[in-house]
């Protein structure tokens, strides 16, 4: 059964940082793994969607990886913004059907 | 905007009440899912459509009634619900109910639900 884990639960950083989230999953069996953003309240923005046969994507300011093999996928943004606080969730697509496994999500905070 | 909308954004209602929560998809895809998220736990899936058949049933309780007419729409028709059952009801479609790389799930912005 595919668990999927994010750490840290919350991350409070000043603005400019470069962040890392971190995503690991159990089951290594994946067709691709993918991660959101959720505002407060609101609904999931489909951020990067990494097949099982790529190492990464990017778009802007992101970048995610993928390790299959370890289990790991990793979401750096790069020069953090205000505008980036909200809870990032990646998701495991897994088991044969459009089976989306969900982890808890980072909660980040990015303060002037 | 992700072509998926939910209505209605927000909902109170009491435990004897009846309602409905709307789904409709403008993407022209074949499978919709319904997800509750409750507070601090992660998004559990409740039910999926392929093709208008309900093909996942995640031992929802029977006061959770979903109904998909169409691939375009889905509802999901509450009643009896207990305070617990107070959540973010969010809504996704995709292509279809198949495993494959490039498969990606579009959310709606979620119905928020109150159970007094």
């Known amino acids: 059964k595919q668990e999927v884990t994010q750490i840290p639960a919350a991350l409070s950083v000043p603005e400019g940082e470069n962040l890392v989230l971190n995503c690991s999953f159990t089951d290594s069996a994946i067709y691709n793994l993918q991660w959101f953003r959720q505002d407060p309240g609101k609904g999931l923005t489909s951020l990067l969607l990494i097949q099982s046969s790529q190492r990464e994507q990017t778009s802007g300011r992101l970048n995610a990886s993928l390790d299959k093999s370890s289990g790991r996928s990793t979401l750096y943004i790069a020069a953090s913004q205000p505008g980036d606080s909200a809870t990032y969730l990646c998701a495991a697509l897994s088991g044969g059907y459009n089976k989306l496994i969900f982890g808890a999500g980072t909660r980040l905070a990015v303060h002037p | 905007e992700t072509g998926v909308t939910q209505t209605p954004r927000h909902l109170v209602m009491g435990m004897t009440n009846k309602k409905s929560l709307k789904c409709e998809q403008h993407?022209?895809?074949?499978?919709m899912y319904w997800y509750k998220q409750s507070a601090k736990k992660p998004l559990e899936l409740m039910f999926v459509?392929?093709?208008?058949?309900?093909?996942e049933n995640n031992s929802v309780p029977s006061r959770f009634s979903p109904e998909c007419p169409n691939s375009s729409h889905l509802f999901l028709h509450l009643h009896t619900l207990q305070p617990e059952d107070s959540a973010l009801y969010l809504c996704?479609?995709?292509?279809?109910?198949?495993?494959?790389?490039?498969?990606?799930?579009?959310f709606g912005p979620g119905t928020r639900l109150t159970v007094l």
């Open positions: 459509y392929n093709f208008k058949e309900q093909t």
């Open positions: 996704a479609s995709s292509q279809d109910y198949s495993g494959w790389s490039h498969n990606e799930q579009f």
């Open positions: 993407l022209g895809h074949n499978a």
